[in-house]
């Protein structure tokens, strides 16, 4: 099995021949096999194309809404350096870690995507890692020589995590390290150009509040468990998204005001 970030099992190789074999799980509509969801994620316009879904923009945004919440909470809030935060995120994170997962994860999206070039994909990705990296550089020597320790370890994370490389990093501890604790606490330290209990506190939390994400993603994964179950998982994430975006948005309106 394997875990994509903010994604759920992936099937073993001999599930995804079987996939299409499966009476209860498959319907016909418009000439078109109707797949189980096994993403939150993969309906509606995601499902439209590879590079779109790639994004993962639900959650990515969600990941933004969390260091936006950690940059206006820090002692002093620098719109430069917020902004420079949300471009390495978006190359680094977004684009980066979630291309690459695709195609260490092909089986898994295969039947969703058959046409997708992983080859293209997955040096799209690379090459995003390595361009938020090089922001996160510039904001280093522009900002603080420190912060080059969250670059080295964000591009660690963004380049191993979806090839599962080291084991440990791609469970549940590993998955609150790399997608809450570590970002979050980079937008904070380079806010404040420090790190103090306020920032640790807000890192841990939400570490430990994307851990519970993943975990609600997990479950809606309707090859595994109920339809009840993955209906009320999905209405979980959803209210889990909507205080996010609240949040982040309520709290830089009012350093920007």
């Known amino acids: 099995m394997r875990h994509s970030p ?37 309906v509606g316009v995601w499902r439209k ?25 820090a002692p002093a809030f620098h719109l430069d350096r917020y902004l420079l935060t949300m471009l390495a995120g978006f190359f680094g994170l ?16 295969l039947p969703y995507f058959p046409k997708m070039n992983r080859g293209a994909i997955r040096t799209v990705g690379v090459l995003a890692v390595l361009a938020g990296m090089a922001v996160g550089v510039y904001m280093s020597l522009l900002y603080s020589i420190w912060f080059l320790v969250f670059v080295i370890l964000g591009g660690f994370f963004a380049l191993f995590y979806p090839i599962e490389k080291p084991k440990w990093l791609h469970t549940y501890p590993g998955f609150g390290i790399a997608w809450g604790f570590m970002p979050v606490l980079a937008a904070y330290y ?27 993603a997990v479950l809606t994964n309707e090859r595994e468990y109920g339809i009840d179950l993955t209906k009320n998982a999905r209405l979980l994430l959803k209210i889990h998204r909507t205080a996010a975006y609240s949040i982040g948005l309520i709290l830089l309106i009012s350093r920007l005001v």
Not at 55 to 67: C, D, G, H, K
Not at 94 to 109: F, N, Q, R
Not at 192 to 213: K, N
């Open 6 to 42: 903010f994604g759920v099992s992936e099937p073993d190789t001999d599930d995804t021949a079987n996939l299409l074999n499966m009476p209860r799980e498959r319907e016909w509509s418009m000439g078109e096999v109707v797949l189980p969801l096994v993403e939150p994620d993969l």
């Open 49 to 73: 194309n590879v590079w779109w879904f790639g994004l993962r923009w639900p959650f990515s945004t969600v990941l933004f809404s969390w260091v936006t919440v950690t940059s206006t909470l």
């Open 190 to 216: 380079i806010q404040a150009t420090r790190i103090d209990l306020l920032g640790l506190g807000l890192a841990v939390f939400l570490g430990i509040t994307v851990v519970e994400m993943h975990h609600m």
């Open 94 to 109: 977004v684009i980066g870690a979630h291309y690459i997962d695709i195609t260490a994860s092909k089986d898994k999206y």
